[in-house]
């Protein structure tokens, strides 16, 4: 296995340049799945651990989070980001405490939130979000664990595109790695952004067919792209088809696109 240092520096590697898709597993089994497809890094997703424990995104607690981002990186031989919500905190030194507890799990990156939950969604305060992105700064100083600093202002409706942008620049000036604000779909919009805060690099959340690709985000200037819980409301897209499909009309058609039992035995095996 390889050691969290060189996986830390590995994951800072792919930052520097081009563009690597992040993909987003819920568990372990999904998780190794993608290190087998070939995937340079993961990253976890609040939203698909949620839904997989039956409760809400923004439900889970800190420690049950810590748990499962620790077995992730535990299980798998690349990168993992962690998906950190709002540092399960909001006074700046108690979110820099969790942060650094979300470390010692060996994660090769964690992002931080300024919106408090996935309910009410309020935002924190520009100052007070600066001064939770100082304070996990220097919480991580020494371990090379790169700092994502995420703006959630347009997600949850409550800021444009200006105003998110004017947050990035303020978190990436505070120490913030790389830089993050889901929800925008278009092109213009995610090229503002990477335009707004380079030569730092930039996530661009992609969810669904239809909008940006792949290439679309290298073209901009994006150096990573993650699929969030998407990855995981895809698997429970199937699994809802063929259950509604049993209830309802006692057959089973929708198990056809079902992943072969050799297949996942010989992958786990």
């Keep these: 296995m390889k050691s969290i240092e060189h996986k ?17 597993p819920w568990d372990v089994g999904t998780a190794k799945y993608l290190q087998h497809l070939g995937f340079k890094a993961i990253a976890t997703t609040s939203a698909g651990f949620a839904f997989s424990r039956g409760v809400s995104d923004g439900s889970v607690k800190r420690d049950d989070m810590i748990t499962h981002i620790r077995e992730l990186v535990e299980a798998t031989d690349i990168p993992v980001n962690a998906d950190f919500e709002n540092g399960y905190a909001d006074e700046p030194n108690w979110c820099a405490e969790n942060a650094r507890l979300c470390a010692e799990t060996g994660v090769a990156g964690l992002s931080i939130e300024d919106a408090a939950d996935r309910k009410e969604s309020p935002l924190y305060d520009v100052d007070l979000a600066v ?3 100082q304070a996990v700064r220097e919480a991580l100083h020494g ?3 790169l700092l994502v600093g995420r703006a959630e202002g347009f997600l949850v409706g409550r800021e444009n595109l200006d105003q998110v942008i004017k947050r990035l620049v303020k978190y990436s000036e505070a120490g913030a790695d790389c830089l993050y604000a889901p929800g925008f779909k278009d092109r213009d919009s995610n090229k503002a952004i990477v335009d707004a805060v380079a030569p730092k690099p930039v996530n661009v959340l992609i969810g669904g067919p239809g909008g940006l690709t792949m290439r679309d985000a290298e073209e901009i200037g994006a150096r990573r792209v993650s699929v969030g819980g998407a990855f995981a409301r895809a698997a429970w897209g199937g699994f809802v088809r063929s259950a509604k499909e049993l209830m309802e009309k006692g057959t089973f058609e929708g198990l056809k696109h079902a992943t072969p039992y050799p297949d996942l035995q010989e992958l786990f095996t």
Excluded: V
Excluded at 14 to 22: I, N, S
């Design 131 to 133: 001064e939770r992105i």
């Design 143 to 145: 371990t090379n664990c």
């Design 8 to 24: 830390r520096a590995e994951f800072r590697r792919l930052h520097e340049r081009g563009c690597f898709a992040l993909p987003n």
